[in-house]
């Protein structure tokens, strides 16, 4: 509660909403709380995921501070975790950043969606929410947004939805590269990557061209494994992605 | 030196993304075909980074007994299927290899 409720009186002197008129603080720290409560139940399935992501990224020889940064620079799960698979395979930095930036593509979408509830807000206010803007903090935010007529806190709500999430994966990651000496070292941590991979992957297959994406996805990523420089995955998922498109345009004609 | 680099372009090109509608909004409309597109961008990119894990050891192809990741992985798969739950998927995947290793 003390970090959270610091955090507050500092935008408080912020005052970031830009009208100049001082913000109503009950009303605000009500709506930065209530998205802090609704944000944690999915911190259960994000805190197991940092401890980890904090575990793998060493054993792929990164240092601990670069361990800790990269959750604070590129704050996406799935990307860090292939980013940390590609650097214990020596692949080129170029490979690794092309991969991080096509994962956390999606993020194009989250933005659009939800672009015409933050308009009104100053540029410090978009830029701060831009940052904080992540699968889990969208979800609850976008649920917000879209069930309230009146949107004047709808930032603060989004607020406390974000730096909740933040502060969990901070704190995960740290614990993970705490631990991650202290497992026995026949433990197989190379492969809770691809099983945190499926725990995301399976829930979103939802419809049946999602599924046919990820089967085309697969079966060139085998195909392609031998292409240079690790690129056979990056590959393989584009070509999964333009099949759907295509399969996409073709049902609707 | 090639962390750091990653780090700060990795970072600066997903920060681009999260502010890009966000900022642009009036500015630009998200076309109908890119919208469409980047619905599969999760299943594509997580099937393309989990099928080599789970079918290629060494190398080489392997459908087989003895390749315990991949049953693992199928185990894993069935688990998310029926419980939907991110924790049961990871932990009977764990669970699977250390009985296995134990066994074998």
């Known amino acids: 509660m003390i970090p959270f409720c610091s955090l507050y009186i500092c935008l408080e002197f912020l005052d970031f909403d830009g009208v100049g008129t001082r913000l109503k603080t009950q009303e605000s720290l009500y709506a930065f709380l209530e998205g802090v409560r609704d944000e944690t139940p999915l911190l259960f399935a994000v805190v197991p995921f940092g401890v980890i992501y904090g575990i793998t990224a060493l054993e792929a020889g990164l240092t601990k501070l670069q361990t800790q940064l990269m959750s604070c620079i590129v704050f996406g799960g799935s990307s860090q975790f292939a980013a940390s698979k590609l650097f214990a395979e020596a692949a080129p930095w170029s490979v690794i950043v092309l991969t991080v930036a096509i994962i956390n593509l999606r993020h194009f979408l989250y933005s659009a969606s939800i672009a015409p509830y933050t308009q009104r807000l100053s540029f410090g206010w978009k830029a701060l929410l831009a940052y904080l803007l992540t699968d889990e903090a969208y979800v609850v935010a976008i649920n917000h947004y879209q069930k309230q007529q009146e949107h004047s806190y709808g930032h603060l709500y989004f607020l406390g939805a974000g730096i909740a999430l933040w502060t969990s994966w901070q704190l995960s990651t740290a614990a993970g590269i705490a631990l991650g000496k202290m497992l026995p070292p026949e433990w197989p941590l190379d492969f809770f990557l691809p099983l945190t991979f499926i725990a995301i992957l399976v829930p979103a297959l939802k419809s049946h061209l999602s599924i046919i994406v990820a089967i085309i996805a697969g079966v060139s990523s085998l195909l392609l494994y031998g292409l240079p420089y690790k690129l056979g995955p990056i590959v393989a998922a584009l070509i999964g992605i333009m099949s759907g498109f295509v399969l996409e345009v073709g049902k609707r004609q | ?104």
């Open chain 2, 1 to 104: 030196m090639k962390v750091w680099l990653v780090l700060f372009l990795g970072g600066i090109l997903t920060y681009l993304t999260r502010l890009s509608f966000i900022y642009l909004f009036d500015l630009w409309e998200i076309p109908l075909w890119l919208r469409k597109s980047l619905r599969y961008v999760p299943p594509a990119v997580l099937s393309a980074l989990i099928a080599p894990e789970l079918f290629i050891r060494s190398g080489q192809f392997l459908i087989s007994f003895e390749n315990m990741k991949l049953l693992a992985g199928v185990v894993a798969i069935v688990t998310a299927i029926f419980t939907k739950s991110m924790f049961w998927t990871i932990s009977s995947g764990i669970i699977f290899m250390l009985t296995y290793s134990i066994l074998m």
